[in-house]
């Protein structure tokens, strides 16, 4: 016959004292987790620069997107503005790209509010109002100043050459 009460008992050495120990650490690390991290993504300061370069990136790809096949232009001069205007965005898409983890959240600022200003240039675009503008020159004025003084200084060199 066996003896049940000593087959259930085992001595509690230092091995089962560190799985306990571990087990308790495990435990407790979970909960500080399950209570820490909520409360650090809720916190705005943790993500302040991301939104922010987000927003950014957002505006910038509005403005390439549209600029490059929304727009109408009567004539090549509003056309090349538009252009100029597509050149800049690029560059700026490429900086943000290769310096995005190095922007401070200054250097995010900046960058939004040049694109802002873009945005409304963009928007007067829209509203046929470029850069490039032709005005009328009225000519007929200056013309006619022109052809009295021409016919005074015939007159005076035919009266000189004797004609």
């Known amino acids: 016959m066996s003896d049940n009460k000593t087959s259930g008992k085992r001595k509690k050495d230092y091995v089962t004292r560190l799985a306990f120990g571990l087990f ?9 987790i399950v209570t820490w991290l909520p409360r650090q993504l809720m916190n705005e300061k943790v993500w302040e620069r991301d939104i922010a370069y987000q927003e950014m990136a957002a505006l910038e790809d509005f403005l390439r997107r549209f600029i ?19 050149d800049c965005l690029n ?4 900086y943000m790209r290769v310096h995005r983890s190095d922007m401070s ?16 240039r963009y928007n007067e675009w829209g509203d046929e109002k470029y850069s490039v503008g032709f005005e009328k020159l009225d000519v007929d004025p200056v013309l006619k100043i022109l052809e009295v003084k021409f ?8 009266k000189k050459q004797g004609f």
């Open 68 to 86: 490059k096949g929304d727009l109408k232009y009567k004539n090549k001069w509003q056309e090349g503005e538009a252009y100029m205007a597509l």
């Open 151 to 158: 016919k005074e200084n015939e007159r005076k060199y035919s």
């Open 91 to 94: 560059e700026y898409a490429k």
């Open 24 to 32: 308790g650490f495990i435990i407790l690390f979970e909960l500080l």
């Open 105 to 120: 959240r200054e250097q995010i600022r900046e960058v939004y509010e040049k694109l802002r200003a873009f945005e409304r």
